[in-house]
Nanobody
């Protein structure tokens, strides 16, 4: 059973930073593609960033240059460093992986950007 547990969300001021973590278990993390999604109120869930096994990353345009996704294979953990946060980044952030033909999700962590 794959388990994904997000942490690190909270309240940040515009221009501030937060670092999200996603601890994983139940799979071979080293070979898994990991992703962060977010869902704002009244909007569809969207892909924010992903990282593949070799460290290659991809970002949605709205976060390029501000967010950094990374992975620690020794800790089976993926991170999302969020800088220069804007109110539009307010959302529930979810960790995701596709493992053995199943899409697995964490429960999410709330990020609120407000002054």
């Amino acid at each position: 059973q794959v388990r994904l547990v997000e942490s690190g969300g909270g309240l940040a001021q515009p221009g501030g930073s937060l670092r999200l973590s996603c601890a994983t278990s139940g799979m071979n993390f080293k070979i898994a593609t990991m992703a962060w999604y977010r869902q704002a109120p009244g909007k569809e869930r969207e892909l924010v960033a992903l990282i593949v096994r070799d460290g290659t990353t991809n970002y949605t345009d709205s976060v390029k240059g501000r967010f950094i996704i990374s992975r620690d294979n020794a800790r089976n953990t993926v991170y999302l460093q969020m800088n220069s946060l804007q109110p539009e980044d307010t959302a529930v952030y979810y960790c995701n992986t596709n493992w053995r033909s199943t899409s697995w999700w964490g429960k999410g962590t709330q990020v609120t950007v407000s002054s």
